[in-house]
């Protein structure tokens, strides 16, 4: 794993500068290391409620997954050669900011790949994940693309996550 504050050019220059939207720019491609050059490590990620585990064996995946009551698990390919030509459109629906009501789990059994979170101060924080890491990302509202707008703020799940993470809404 490692972790770094997103370098903030090409793709998400003026997403993050004018209403912090993904979406709203065409420019640059989300699947380079946008790597700012500096690190963030495994305690920033956990107060932020991100965890990070090099799991070597499936043992080490089902430990964790009995100890965190998990019920279902699937898994998922994602490269061009498996899912032809729907690829593209598939990975870019990955480039919109969405959240989920239960625990997201990603465990990387062969490859590589990112996952973009935001910080405590609502900047990007890019994690890479390479074969035998796993991550726990909090729980938020469920498969629901919610672009980044306002009235994110005011949906109730968004709320209590902010609380229970202590931090403040940028719109308060």
């Known amino acids: 794993m490692k972790a770094y504050w997103f370098d903030n050019l090409e793709v998400y ?73 729907v690829y593209e459109e598939k990975v870019k629906m990955y480039f919109h900011e969405h959240l989920h009501e239960d625990e997201e789990i990603r465990y990387i059994l062969d490859g590589e790949g990112f996952f973009d979170v935001r910080s405590a101060d609502d900047d990007w924080v890019r994690i890479r994940l390479e074969k035998f890491d796993l991550l726990i990302l909090p729980a938020e509202p469920k498969w629901t693309a919610l ?26």
């Open 13 to 85: 220059l003026r997403a993050f500068h004018v209403g912090r939207d993904r979406a709203n720019t065409s420019q640059g491609d989300q699947r380079e290391d946008h790597n700012s050059g500096n690190a963030v490590d495994a305690k920033y990620l956990s107060d932020i409620g991100v965890l990070y585990y090099h799991c070597p064996s499936m043992t080490d995946v089902d430990f964790i997954a009995s100890t965190r009551s998990y019920k279902n698990r699937d898994e998922i390919t994602v490269s061009p050669e498996k899912m032809g030509s």
């Open 147 to 172: 672009n980044r707008a306002p009235e994110l703020e005011n949906n109730e799940h968004r709320k209590e996550y902010i609380q229970s993470r202590g931090f403040q809404s940028p719109c308060d």
